[in-house]
């Protein structure tokens, strides 16, 4: 729904369990390279986060994830990828 119809929605029924690996970066992260590539606004794809991944973003307001989407400090699991684009062709 958030790549086609462009909404993010929440799947009440659907839980997405937490996992110590996975941290808020790494989901910021990867919406980032799927909002880029899709140029959503940062807004909407801060949306998608917190409705998505309830487990990791509870606590966490949604203009505070949209300030922090891309982050490319410390280490992480899933990369920005600013190129991405240019893999695709």
């Known amino acids: 729904m958030f790549c086609t119809e462009r909404q993010a929605l ?4 659907i839980k ?3 996992k ?4 808020q970066a790494d989901i910021k992260n990867f919406a980032w390279n799927i ?4 140029g959503y ?4 794809t801060a949306q998608f ?14 203009t505070t994830v949209e300030r922090t989407l ?4 410390g280490q992480v699991n899933i ?3 600013p190129n991405l684009l240019s893999r695709l062709e």
């Open 79 to 81: 990369e920005i990828d």
């Open 41 to 44: 606004p940062l807004d909407l």
């Open 70 to 73: 891309r982050t490319t400090r």
């Open 16 to 18: 997405i369990y937490k």
């Open 35 to 38: 909002g880029n590539i899709y």
């Open 10 to 13: 929440s799947f009440p029924n």
């Open 49 to 62: 986060v917190c409705a998505t991944f309830p487990a990791w973003f509870a606590n966490t307001e949604r």
């Open 20 to 23: 110590s690996v996975i941290k």
